[in-house]
């Protein structure tokens, strides 16, 4: 019996974001560890990672919430001309 796994795209949450921030981050300035020392740096990418990670995730979710009120909106507009259309044929 094999089954077939459906891939969603879910949006990830806040934390693997910010994890995922603070490794690149980590990794684009590892030369300036040596300058500021390994917990300064440390504590440094952690706050921009939760900065970034904050902006990013709700631009994606001002970007759903503007995508649902289009759907929304082209859903009423179908369902107002659909209406007009019926009263016309009436008369």
Do not use: F
Not at 5 to 16: G, L
Not at 78 to 83: F, I, S, V
């Amino acid at each position: 019996m094999s089954q077939q796994e459906t891939v969603t795209e879910t949006t990830p949450n806040k934390k693997q974001v910010r994890k995922e921030l603070a490794e690149k981050l980590t990794g684009a300035l590892a030369e300036y560890k040596q300058e500021l020392g390994e917990k300064k740096l440390a504590n440094r990418v952690k706050e921009v990672s939760k900065l970034i990670s904050r902006d990013l995730l709700k631009i994606s979710k001002k970007k759903q919430h503007n995508k649902n009120n289009a759907a929304k909106k082209t859903r009423t507009k179908a369902k107002a001309e659909k209406g007009a259309k019926a009263k016309v044929e009436k008369k």
